[in-house]
């Protein structure tokens, strides 16, 4: 079955920097696209970063120049490195195969504070 499991996740200070984990299992993943998407307290669910399988990114606006997805397709795995991260990036972080919502992982909590 899939498997999407991410880590990474912490509190950290307005200007600072994570790099989320996504270890996935149960299907191809190279073949297919792969994107994070968060959660922020009261709202829905934001695409913010995807990744085709040929290596090709997308970024929504607001992180655009701070985060960057990669993704390692000998080892399974989808990164979110988070650069410049301020109070309105937190969320709590998921990854998705495909175009939709699901499925994905059980989430990783960013917190950015002072």
């Known amino acids: 079955q899939v498997q999407l499991v991410e880590s990474g996740g912490g509190l950290v200070q307005p200007g600072g920097s994570l790099r989320l984990s996504c270890a996935a299992s149960?299907?191809?993943?190279?073949?297919?696209?792969m994107s994070w998407v968060r959660q922020a307290p009261g709202k829905g669910l934001e695409r913010v970063s995807g990744?085709?399988?040929?290596?090709?990114?997308s970024h929504i606006d607001s992180v655009k120049g701070r985060f960057t997805i990669s993704r390692d397709n000998a080892n399974n795995m989808l990164y979110l490195q988070m650069n410049s991260l301020k109070p309105e990036d937190t969320a709590v972080y998921y990854c998705v195969r495909g175009f939709g919502y699901e499925p994905r992982g059980q989430g990783t909590q960013v917190t950015v504070s002072s």
């Open positions: 149960g299907f191809i993943f190279s073949y297919y696209y």
């Open positions: 990744i085709f399988s040929g290596g090709g990114t």
